[in-house]
């Protein structure tokens, strides 16, 4: 007995693709945005819909608060200050430019300063 396409849900009689368990055909496991062939890329998920990197951090990724570039590595902390997300190294003292992820600093205004300008 045949699976069926998790997407289009037509039984599949040759070759089959396994993402997350789900079965596709090759043709169906696309980028939900752009179509192109996911298999071998990585893959982002947003509301239920398969994305490769390139528009998944055009459409649906956040972005860094500084560079305003997506937050989309893979096993990497960001930081969450004040209701937006930075790159580790774009979340830096306003005076030495060090990184202030894990540290303690001060804040005057929108300006962030590291305990060693203050």
Known sequence: MPENCTKCDDPIRD????FEKKPYHPECFVC???????????????EGHNYDEECYSECHAKKCAVCE??????????????????????????SCHKSLSGEKFFTEGDRRTCTECK
Request: proline content about 2%; hydrophobic content about 20%; some cysteine.
């Open 15 to 18: 070759t089959t693709v396994t």
């Open 32 to 46: 939900h945005q752009c179509q192109k062939k996911l298999s071998g890329k990585s893959i982002f998920q947003h």
């Open 69 to 94: 570039k997506p937050l989309t590595e893979t096993n990497v902390k960001f930081v969450v200050y004040g209701g937006e997300q930075y790159h580790k190294d774009c979340f830096t003292c306003s």
